[in-house]
């Protein structure tokens, strides 16, 4: 069983940058894919981004040219550095792992930004 622990989140201004990472408890390689969602209040869960065993990213429409997704095989952690971040990006994020048939998740972070 994989198992994820998220940190890099907090409050932070309009326009301002935050780094979640995302840390495995063994190793990425055998880690099809990873990927952060979110989830803010009232909403459903939704990709923010995601990143395969062969490096390949794709990301939600709405962070496109703000967010970069990362993997680090040799500490097996996943970023996501977030720029320009906006009001509607305040969310819990969450760090997912996808293995086969199974699917693991982080506890979640929260992001805020607010003036």
């Known amino acids: 069983q994989v198992q994820l622990v998220e940190s890099g989140g907090g409050l932070v201004q309009p326009g301002g940058s935050l780094r979640l990472s995302c840390a495995a408890s063994?190793?990425?390689?055998?880690?099809?894919?990873m990927g952060w969602y979110r989830q803010a209040p009232g909403k459903q869960r939704e990709l923010v981004a995601a990143?395969?065993?062969?490096?390949?990213?794709n990301y939600a429409d709405s962070v496109k040219g703000r967010f970069t997704i990362s993997r680090d095989n040799t500490k097996n952690t996943v970023y996501l550095q977030m720029n320009s971040l906006k009001p509607e990006d305040t969310a819990v994020y969450y760090c997912?792992?996808?293995?086969?048939?199974?699917?693991?998740w982080g506890q979640g972070t929260q992001v805020t930004v607010s003036s």
């Open positions: 990143i395969n065993w062969g490096g390949y990213t």
């Open positions: 063994e190793s990425i390689f055998s880690i099809d894919a």
């Open positions: 997912n792992a996808a293995l086969g048939s199974e699917d693991y």
